[in-house]
């Protein structure tokens, strides 16, 4: 074969593959503009910890269970796919770990899912105590970028979450591992079924309808913690069209139950998890207290039983926020609600 065949064959035949088949390794030292610090690798990690369910379902997304030794801060199941790799994984503690047990499984990458774990205000260490022995951290976007977690709380978010920061958060890991392929092939699948889920509500669309997130509550019959104006929920309920009844930037204020009693939200979307933190973290709880409190009860969307039960972490910043789309347009339409 002549040389201009045999370079016109290979035009026609790369030109047939993906064009993840072409993305570019990684060169090391790789540095990355963290949250605010720079992170340099000088090649890609061998034993990572994960602290947060949302981080470690990314993590395993990207093919990368054999080099997790150790996670910790789960509210319920993995993700189906991804449980017998899990049940191998070390389990540091179901909420917050300490430093010691981390450090003792010597990583060379800690991933947080929250910057209230490791950061600032870190209640597992801050990132200079990982640093100063020589291992690095990388933080979720989601939890950074237009947010601050000064006040130790759940952190107060200026801009509205949006998926392209659980992009972002792909596209990073992915470089920073030298695995270009799977970052750009998960991403492109998590974008199309967010663009299915999307075009899976037509016709569900809730316009301007009070909605409300409960998360869970310290106390059952006191303040709970709801989805804030700019929170993952937010993203949920602008994608659909309805209305969220809380409007501060909180990512999880406390409201009191008066407070949403004057809005009077047409759907109360609960959150199911295994996690018994907090009293009102078991949703059969939560249904109870709607049920037999004297104000409460009284609601529109108590009274017609507008009960959506969502997975809790389809209510944080992570891949599953996709589910949470397609959780409350169903409800919606068994509810006859949809416009």
Known sequence: MKLGLIAAFFAVSTAALPAT???????????????GQKVTFD???SKIVSIGQGMTEVLYSLGLADKVAGTAVWVGPVLPQYAE????????????????????????LVAAEFEWHVGPMGSVAKREQFSDIGVNTYLSPADCVAKTNLDGGDGVRKELF??????????ELAEIFDIQDRGNKLIADLKAREAAAVAS????????MPIVFWFSSKETKGDAFIAGKNSAPAYILKT???????????EWPLVGWETIAQANPAVIVI???????????DPAVKV???????????????KNKHFVMMDAQSMNPTIRTIDGIETLAEGIRSFGLAN
């Open 85 to 108: 790799a899990n049940a191998k994984i070390k389990r540091l503690a179901d909420n917050d770990p300490s430093f010691e047990s981390i450090v003792g499984l010597e990583p060379d």
């Open 271 to 281: 959150a199911t998890m295994d996690r018994r933190r907090y009293a009102a973290d």
């Open 240 to 250: 659909l069209g309805a209305t969220n009844v809380v409007t501060t930037e909180e």
């Open 288 to 302: 109870s207290f709607l049920e037999n409190d004297p104000v409460v009860s009284q609601l529109d969307a108590v």
């Open 21 to 35: 088949a072409f993305a570019a390794s990684t060169s090391y030292p790789l540095t990355v503009e963290n949250c």
């Open 43 to 45: 090649k890609a990690p």
């Open 201 to 208: 509500i037509k016709g569900a669309e809730a316009k301007n």
């Open 162 to 171: 949006t998926m392209d920061l659980i992009y972002q958060e792909i596209a």
